[in-house]
């Protein structure tokens, strides 16, 4: 599904990315974690397109992303922070997406089962910011696509939304769909990931699962286990 190989990026003299080395198969819920500064937003937006490395290649379904963007049409991505503009109404900003991206959509559903109802009329500024991640969550799933990537998925989202999220992504991992997910919150990402990606210094400090991470650290809990190899010094 995706392999990342020898992957360099540097802004200025800050190195996020030395070396990263990645292989994802498909299906499966992959947690991408690790330090401020780690490389992670980073990480995403080069599989994105929206970063080119200095050096390096990143091939995302058997196509190599660079120079190219019609595989980004596989791709269903919820950005970390809903920057919309604030003076479209959210039924108009849901009808101008499904222009651009001119691919079946069940956003009925999902507006539904988010409770946007009585929102669709508003004007995106007036909105909480639990509402617009709201918003954000029905963009990035109403499209069926096999890679979905989601950038701090929980902000701002109340505990019955928070599990609406967590059903809509074991639906969707049910049907053989790729999850790439980071996430400051490590109930939530214990309770869906399938397997750990940790990020030290731009490169990959563990890939596994939770259990091999508790198992490699010697903690039995997972926020424990993630504060051990945060502060582990030993890079094998």
């Known amino acids: 599904m995706i392999q990342v ?37 980073t990480l995403i937006k080069t599989l994105l397109g929206m970063v080119i490395p200095n050096k390096g290649s990143i091939t995302v379904m058997d196509s190599p992303v660079r120079n190219k963007w019609n595989y980004r049409q596989d791709i269903n991505y919820l950005p970390q922070i809903a920057n919309f503009p604030g003076n479209l109404r959210v039924k108009e900003l849901i009808a101008m997406i499904k222009d651009i991206r001119q691919k079946p959509s069940n956003e009925q559903k999902l507006i539904g089962l988010f409770g946007l109802e009585p929102f669709l009329d508003k004007k995106l500024s007036n909105l909480s910011g639990g509402t617009k991640q709201k918003v954000n969550i029905v963009l990035t799933f109403m499209f069926d696509s096999p890679l979905i990537i989601l950038d701090e998925p929980t902000n701002g989202l109340d505990p019955l939304s928070l599990i609406r999220l967590k059903e ?69």
């Not at 190989?5 to 994802?24: P, R, T, Y």
């Not at 400051?184 to 309770?191: A, R, S």
């Open 5 to 41: 190989e020898s992957l360099h990026k540097k802004f200025g003299k800050n190195v996020v990315m030395a070396g990263l080395e990645l292989d994802i198969h498909q299906g499966g819920i992959f947690a991408i974690l690790g330090p401020n500064g780690s490389g992670k937003t």
């Open 168 to 236: 809509l992504i074991f639906e969707e991992k049910a049907k053989g769909k790729t999850f790439l997910i980071t996430s400051h919150i490590m109930q939530f990402v214990e309770e869906v990931s399938d397997q750990i990606v940790y990020l030290l210094e731009g490169k990959i400090y563990f890939k596994g699962s939770i259990l091999e991470l508790k198992t490699k650290t010697g903690q039995s809990n997972f926020e424990h286990a993630i504060a051990a190899i945060s502060t582990h010094n030993n890079h094998d």
